[in-house]
């Protein structure tokens, strides 16, 4: 009798939607569906009508994990991520997506065909753009250390340089690294070995580069792309680190 009691309920259930595999914000708005209807079908015809629809849809609930057909699929398109996280559901966010740094360019127009069509090369308004961002973070550079002597300046890098040979970058440098990463300044450090320099938020290593003059080239590129497109600064970070180059 107990077995098939249970195999007649079996064909009712649906195991992919139900036990471990229930989707919890599903459940739950699908309960919430059904109280809705149970209490507009016992205010406008009858409680007991109400109540009967109330019991019939949780026990459709318990057996399917749903009431409304489609819901698993409608509740993860539709339902806010913020809900979702409530219930461990979060989105996968996923990799961030490639872009194909000389395609990402051509498109917009910041590199364009040479006269004779056999190259390629920046267009004229973004090396304008460029060489005036890099100029300016010169600039800022040279102002930064304006009044500090050669002597001077060789004794406080000296006094700076720990056992592994970097010397920190000026602070300067890492207010451009905080606006093209987009980490608070707190958070990161940049050091140069000789020639090379090394940037890091906390503990992880986030980038580095060939010169200083190489970091303050991918800098000044960075303002003039952002001044220009509406999308740059959308992208992820590794996304622009790969158009940058």
């Excluded at 309960?31 to 015809?45: D, K, M, R, S, W």
């Excluded at 996923?94 to 910041?110: I, T």
């Excluded at 406080?156 to 990463?181: F, I, Q």
């Amino acid at each position: 009798m107990t077995a098939s009691h249970d195999t007649r309920l079996g064909r009712f259930r649906r195991p992919e939607y139900t036990g471990e595999n229930r989707c919890l914000p599903c459940t739950a708005v699908n309960i919430a569906i059904a109280a809705v209807g149970a209490v507009g079908v016992g205010a406008l015809v009858a409680v007991e009508l109400g109540a009967a629809l109330l019991v019939v849809s949780l026990a459709a609930i318990w057996l399917r994990g749903y009431l409304v057909p489609g819901t698993p699929e409608l509740t993860k398109r539709y339902l806010p991520e913020r809900a979702l996280r409530l219930f461990g559901k979060g989105r996968d966010a996923g990799p961030p997506p490639e872009v194909d740094a000389e395609s990402y360019l051509l498109s917009a127009d910041v590199l364009v065909e040479t006269p004779d069509g056999t190259d390629l090369a920046f267009a004229p308004w973004f090396e304008s753009a460029w060489r005036t961002h890099l100029a300016a973070l010169r600039d800022a550079a040279d102002t930064a250390f304006g009044g500090v002597t050669n002597a001077t300046a060789a004794g406080d890098e000296a006094a700076a340089t720990p056992p592994d040979g970097t010397r920190p970058a000026s602070p300067a440098d890492v207010t451009a690294l905080a606006r093209l990463t987009g980490i608070d300044e707190d958070g990161l450090s940049l050091r140069w070995l000789g020639e090379p320099g090394f940037a890091h938020a906390g503990n992880e290593r986030i980038g580095h580069w060939e010169s200083r003059s190489a970091f303050l080239a991918d800098v000044a590129a960075d303002r003039a792309l952002a001044a220009h497109l509406d999308d740059w600064e959308s992208l992820p970070l590794a996304s622009r680190s790969g158009v940058l180059g």
